[in-house]
């Protein structure tokens, strides 16, 4: 069963920077791509950032240039390292994994709030 821990959230002022962390277990990463999701209050939950197995990223606009996501596949570890961080950056943040165009079960995500 694939588990999924997220952590490194907090509370930031703007402009400020977090990195975010992603356990995997059940599961040897190295064979999916990962991604970054963000659900702001009241809103849907949005793919934020995602790397295929070969290393290739793609980001959403809103945070192009200012988030990185990273993997370690031998410690089945995932990241996102963000600078610059606005009010609207405020959400709950998970991680997941890909498989057959489909997702694993959510974890229990990190917060991030982000004040002026």
């Known amino acids: 069963q694939v588990q999924l821990m997220e952590s490194g959230g907090g509370l930031v002022q703007a402009g400020g920077s977090l990195r975010l962390s992603c356990e995997v277990s059940g599961r040897r990463i190295i064979v999916n791509s990962v991604g970054w999701y963000r659900q702001a209050p009241g809103k849907q939950r949005d793919l934020l950032a995602r790397?295929?197995?070969?290393?290739?990223?793609t980001y959403a606009d809103s945070v192009k240039d200012r988030f990185t996501i990273s993997r370690d596949n031998a410690k089945n570890w995932v990241y996102l390292q963000m600078n610059s961080l606005k009010p609207e950056d405020t959400g709950v943040y998970y991680c997941?994994?890909?498989?057959?165009?489909?997702?694993?079960?959510w974890g229990q995500g990190t917060q991030v709030t982000v004040s002026l």
């Open positions: 790397m295929t197995t070969g290393g290739s990223t």
């Open positions: 997941n994994l890909e498989e057959w165009g489909g997702l694993y079960s």
